[in-house]
Nanobody
Framework: QVQVVESGGGLVQAGGSLRLSCKGSGGTFSLYTIGWFRQAPGKERAFVAAIAYPGRATTYADSVKGRFTISRGYTENTVLLQMNMLEPGDTAVYYC?????????????????WGQGTQVTVSS
């Protein structure tokens, strides 16, 4: 059983940056596809970005392309989400998730393990 823990959320002004970190335990993170999703109040959970296993291919939601970057960290069990040029519309709880299926996955039901989320608030 893989445990997933997010960190790095906070309050930032529009135009600012944050880096979210996702740390896995109980398994080898490099063998999982890792995704980030977000959920704003009153809205459904939405795909943000994913990095595939095997390889390091990535995919992004159109709304974050060119602003967010997902990458595997320097330690084996860490995945990062660098968020630049943040907008008030990026305000949400951000969730990290892991899938054993491999490939680039954008659908929540195809992920197996979820973290508790970290709050990101962007003020205007």
């Amino acid at each position: 059983q893989v445990q997933v823990v997010e960190s790095g959320g906070g309050l930032v002004q529009a135009g600012g940056s944050l880096r979210l970190s996702c740390k896995g335990s109980g398994g080898t993170f490099s063998l999982y596809t890792i995704g980030w999703f977000r959920q704003a109040p009153g809205k459904e959970r939405a795909f943000v970005a994913a990095i595939a296993y095997p390889g390091r291919a990535t995919t992004y939601a159109d709304s974050v392309k060119g602003r967010f970057t997902i990458s595997r960290g320097y330690t084996e069990n860490t995945v990062l989400l660098q968020m630049n040029m943040l907008e008030p519309g990026d305000t949400a709880v951000y969730y990290c998730t892991a899938s054993r299926r491999g490939g680039l996955i954008t659908s929540p039901p195809l992920y197996d393990f979820w973290g508790q989320g970290t709050q990101v608030t962007v003020s205007s």
